[in-house]
């Protein structure tokens, strides 16, 4: 009787009001009768054990019966919704909480309708989810499509829906309108009268965009309507019946639907009074959908916070039979473009403006959606929790708010969770939020004032220990430049020649030659001035002139290798280590690789990944243009994935990061080559350089190399303007004139932008070089050659897009494929985490 006892009072006190049904009726208890009472009362007493009986019948996975310190630690969530109700933000709200599988907490606040009548908010009050209709219904309707192989995120909409290749929308894809990066409008117009759902797609079919497609984020209702459209096309199906059949029936959400019957009327919570003065009781208060007839993609699905918790727990099972667990963890991680600041995943948002129902302590790589009628998911499978917040904030003249609200309901809850992450699920949050790879909100910190010591530094730091000879000196052969220089500003030549053990035999000097000042193929071999050491030339015009000789190599114990990298895969000094780690494990020696950092940081891996069977001077292995590795990360990868085998020793920097850029790391900049003078040229050389194969100027013989591009036969105001509207992040374009003195049209006067970088972060140098190439075939078709691209490229695929003349996102984003695959391989070569 005790346990009755306490359970019974547990629930007096839990809810406002609560409720439990029996075969024949409904009882009813109200906790405001409840505390009127005496405790001690027999009546009191009884109706606790009856509420103990029939609580414990009607909610046997309610976990609060099993931990009662629970109620008390989520008392505070308590004070903050019955604060919003006092202070007329809503008329009320259910909240239900699920942790660990089991719903912990579920209550029911305030007034279910206002006006006309006021009715007690209850448990089962169905709700107009608004844009939620977005998650619950549609993109788990399309990722079903997605996992049975029916559509694909990457393939242009008008794939599947012809009538939306209108007024410049043929490349948009799938994945661009369910991140809500398709440039499309928020709405349709509803200033002149339409009504009707064909109605709807055929105004959205005809829709321009109003931005560049990928260019940036705007959440668009339109979007998912499109979605809808193209979900009933290919299922043949109208996306009522679909989601029933496919998603809420197996589901068993049984007060879950578009259209809600008569019947459910009376548990409704009404929304807002119409233009006709009406209120909105069962009708979607969204006037899009209500228009479309209360079924769209974008919203009209009525629902309970019982429902949606069954939904949110199946996500965090891993799908609950309608998704595998790997379209969920797909549709719940970042899809935007990878530069973007705004995280969205397929339809769910991860971090952006709208996220504000994450509130301050939930990590990041949980996920979540609100709609406009202050309703809100947010899921964490981080710690396996759902926070389920149903308001009509709307009701009943529209002036209701539930932005705060739904923040301070989360930080309460995560608070008095304690919440802990799995740690494999850690791993999913730190992926997501850490020094990512790949996404633009892990790189919050874009600079420091680092200190780093380079490999050379860490050499001399720690007595030369790896040169160290058995017996006698070691002799050794040095590959470097004018970039191999210690924190001192001594020359890498000048400090092996004299370091202890040591008999430096041998120069070999790479493109640019020695001194890094010459730019032709002509080198020769000459001798050190300062050292009397011969000198090796391992560039020239013939493979073989490019490659370390091995007469030399066989009288050699080890060689060094210290240059500075640009962070580019055409960038020759990659391929001359490559050529090296073959040479050394020819000859039986021992390369020993002083690591320096990539000057355009360790984080970002963007661009095509070459063809493999394409390998030449300027593409060593297959990889992308912008690997994200140190030349010491490089030659491990080498070394193990070309089956080389070289006896290799990286000697590593101390005090690197990853996200560090060049101008991070407190060492002095010295010019790599003739043309990369500074970091700026360096970031956007990945980018520009892609397309000064061609006939066009990039600088070459100006003061700038690299943050120039012109030509005779460009027009400056024409070419800016297109590129600008092209909303290309982290770059801006100047419309310029310039007469280069070497290289591509030397002496002669060029039209041309100025590319000015706004966000080094934020933008993608591979795909500004496809967008450039693109807009200079799209302007200029009969002055631009493209094909001579083709050999930075060694992407085919990529060049075949490009000539046929694809948008550039959806290029880019067709290479992300071999992005990912890449990174696994890169992963297991990483020095510095």
């Not at 193209?230 to 496919?246: G, I, M, P």
């Not at 963007?606 to 992308?624: H, I, K, L």
């Not at 490089?634 to 070394?639: E, P």
């Not at 992040?729 to 004139?737: D, E, H």
Request: glycine fraction near 8%; charged fraction near 20%; include cysteine.
């Amino acid at each position: 009787m005790s346990d009755l006892l306490w359970v019974g009072a547990v629930y007096y006190r839990r809810y406002p009001l609560l409720e439990f049904l029996e075969p024949s009726r409904r009882v009813v208890y109200s906790q405001d009768i409840i505390l009127k009472m005496n405790s001690n009362s027999h009546f009191f007493r009884v109706s606790c054990a009856l509420i103990g009986v029939l609580a414990l019948v009607r909610l046997p996975a309610v976990a609060e019966a099993k931990h009662p310190t629970m109620l008390t630690r989520l008392s505070g969530v308590d004070f903050v919704i019955e604060q919003a109700v006092a202070d007329g933000n809503i008329p009320g709200a259910v909240l239900e909480v699920g942790h660990d599988g089991a719903v912990i907490y579920r209550k029911a606040y305030g007034s279910r309708a206002l006006e006309p009548r006021r009715k007690p908010m209850t448990l089962d009050t169905v709700f107009d989810l608004a844009s939620l209709t977005k998650v619950i219904a549609t993109t788990t309707a399309v990722m079903q499509l997605v996992e049975q192989g029916r559509v694909r995120m990457n393939d242009p909409v008008a794939k599947y829906l012809p009538e939306f290749a209108q007024n410049g929308k043929e490349d948009i894809t799938i994945r661009q309108l369910m991140t809500h990066y398709s440039g499309l409008a928020p709405d349709l117009d509803l200033t002149t009268p339409w009504e009707g759902k064909n109605t709807a797609y055929q105004l959205a079919f005809i829709e321009p965009p109003e931005t560049a497609p990928g260019s940036g984020f705007v959440y668009s209702d339109i979007n998912f309507i499109v979605l809808g459209a193209l979900l009933e096309r290919v299922s043949v199906q109208t996306l009522d019946a679909y989601t029933t059949q496919h998603v809420f029936t197996p589901l068993k959400m049984m007060r879950t639907r578009f259209v809600p019957p008569a019947a459910w009327r009376p548990k409704i919570a009404p929304t807002q009074y119409d233009e006709k003065e009406h209120m909105l009781r069962g009708v979607v208060h969204d006037p899009t959908a209500r228009r479309m007839g209360g079924v769209a993609g974008h919203a009209g699905l009525f629902s309970t916070a019982d429902d949606l918790a069954k939904f949110a727990q199946a996500l965090l099972n891993g799908g609950g039979g309608i998704l595998s667990p790997v379209a969920v963890a797909k549709m719940t991680s970042p899809e935007q473009p990878p530069a973007a600041p705004v995280l969205r995943g397929f339809g769910w948002d991860i971090d952006s403006p709208l996220s504000s129902n994450r509130g301050d302590l939930l990590p990041v790589g949980s996920f979540g959606h609100t709609g406009w009628t202050g309703t809100s998911v947010w899921i964490d499978p981080t710690t396996q929790t759902y926070i389920i917040l149903l308001t009509n904030a709307v009701h009943p003249r529209g002036k209701g708010n539930a932005i705060g609200l739904r923040s301070k309901v989360a930080t309460e809850v995560a608070a008095a969770l304690a919440l802990s992450p799995s740690e494999q699920e850690a791993l999913r949050w730190k992926s997501i939020t850490g020094y990512n790879e790949a996404l633009s909100a892990a790189r919050r910190m874009s600079t420091r004032n680092g200190t780093v010591k380079t490999g050379i530094d860490v050499l001399e730091e720690h007595g030369f220990d790896v040169l160290k000879a058995r017996e006698g000196k070691k002799r050794i052969g040095v590959v470097t430049n004018q970039t191999g220089i210690d924190s001192q500003g001594l020359r890498t030549i000048d400090v092996l020649a004299k370091a202890p053990g040591v008999s430096l035999e041998a120069i070999f000097s790479p493109e640019h030659g020695v001194t890094g000042t010459l730019d032709t193929t002509g080198i020769n071999n000459s001798v050190d001035a300062a050292t009397g050491v011969p000198v090796y030339s391992v560039y020239g015009g013939t493979d073989a002139a490019r490659r370390p000789p091995p007469d030399v190599m066989k009288n050699l114990d080890a060689v060094v290798f210290d240059i500075q990298d640009a962070g580019a895969r055409y960038y020759t000094y990659e391929t001359t280590l490559g050529y090296f780690l073959e040479g050394a494990a020819k000859a039986g020696v021992e390369l020993i690789v002083l690591d320096r950092p990539d000057p355009v940081t360790g984080s970002f891996v963007q661009g095509p990944v070459s063809d493999p069977g394409r390998e030449n001077f300027t593409n060593y292995w297959t990889m992308p243009v912008r690997p994200g590795m140190t030349m010491g990360e490089l030659a491990k990868m080498f070394n193990a994935e070309r089956n080389i085998n070289a006896k290799l020793t990286v000697v590593p920097m101390e005090g690197w990061q990853r996200g560090d850029w060049f101008d991070s790391t407190g060492l002095v900049w010295v010019s790599p080559s003739p043309n990369l003078r500074s970091v700026t040229e360096a970031a956007l050389y990945p980018g520009v350089a892609i397309i000064e194969g061609t006939n066009v100027s990039v600088g070459r013989g100006t003061d700038t190399p690299f943050e120039l591009l012109g030509a005779p036969w460009m027009k400056s105001k024409e070419l800016a303007a297109y590129l600008n509207a092209r909303g290309i992040a982290g770059v801006r374009f100047v419309p310029v004139t310039f007469t280069p003195t070497a290289s591509n049209y030397s002496g002669q006067k060029c039209e041309g932008v100025n590319l000015v970088v706004t966000d080094r972060n934020g933008f993608d140098a591979p795909e500004l070089g496809i967008e450039l190439a693109a807009a200079l075939r799209r302007l200029y078709p009969a002055d631009f050659k493209v094909e001579r691209m083709a050999e930075l490229l060694v992407n085919q695929s990529v060049y075949d897009a490009l000539v046929a003349g694809q948008d550039p996102r959806r290029i880019a984003q067709e290479w992300q494929e071999g992005l990912e695959k890449f990174q696994k391989v890169r992963e297991k070569y990483l020095i510095y985490k």
